[in-house]
């Protein structure tokens, strides 16, 4: 499944694009630049987006449906009936006018991702700046390793507050509510985002490639991990991380943000929640109608109904989806 993932990935996006119009450049200028300077090397950018975005959708769209679709018989159908096995809120599955919604507002997701990255392929095939370099020793070697963890926080930090900040009340209400009506995400919902806040999002993600010198290959193998993730993230299965993530939450963290909504912002990295006080707290209660910016209701605020209706939220999560196989969220 990890190989799939990965896959689809690298092609959901279109972000491949990208990386082919970088590596096609730098052979027919002759291996010679440091970054790429305003020159026009096609006829009309319009003529060369078109193709571009053909290409994207044609790919996105088939990974989509194939690696979503397989997700969704691996676990969905076929281990129906077994989801304390596997799904983090096993007891519970979206309506079905919100599966299909979710595909519906993915597929719109699709097109805004893809001519996004159609875009700025289209940009750098025709001469358009930016600073990502092909050759190994363009740059010192000191450079090439630092850049792997200065990409990586600088996305994630920004993606943190883009994130955050769509938590607010008119952001969210006018926006990012879209993305929240699944409260049991599943693949389908990765790309079920409003149009504006992933043309947000995927411009925060390509500003390095604009800013300092960034070598191809940290870039967008970043940006695999960082999709990658995604997806899984979305999945609703009790995936967690790798012994050599010890920045990267399990896939509950993310499922309880879509569970409790105005709590756990952080993709990639769960200490920006830690430092910024809005990573999920044993004695907080949090939902839609809670405070937006993470903070939570104390629980000694709830009335009995309120607090039996937070138990049963709480019961609801599946305790293998935690590392530690026990649910350190429930009360008495």
Known sequence: MIVLALIAAAFMNGDWLTVVAHTQKYFDEGHQQLHYRPQLSCTSFYDEFKVQVFWAM???YGIYFGFCGYLEWKYYVKKRGKEAQWKCQPNRHLPRHLFWDQIKWGCIGLVVTNAVSAAVA????????SKVYIAFGQYPWWWWILQWPVIFFQQDYVTYWIHRSFHSKFLFKHFHSVHHRYFQPTPWSVTAIHP???IVVQLAMVTPIFIYPVHWFPFYALALYTYYHGIVQHS????????WQPWQ?????????HQYCHVNYGFNCFMWDK????????DRCYSENT???GSGRPLADLSSKERYREIQERIAENPIAYREQFNPYLLQ
């Open 122 to 129: 289209t940009h750098v095939k025709c001469g358009g700046f």
């Open 291 to 293: 405070d937006s910016w």
């Open 275 to 282: 430092i910024h006080g809005s990573m999920r707290k044993i």
């Open 196 to 198: 504006v806040e992933l």
């Open 249 to 257: 939450p399990d896939c509950m963290f993310h499922d309880n943000h």
């Open 236 to 243: 609703g299965v009790a995936l967690k991380a790798q012994w």
């Open 58 to 60: 044609a790919i996105g």
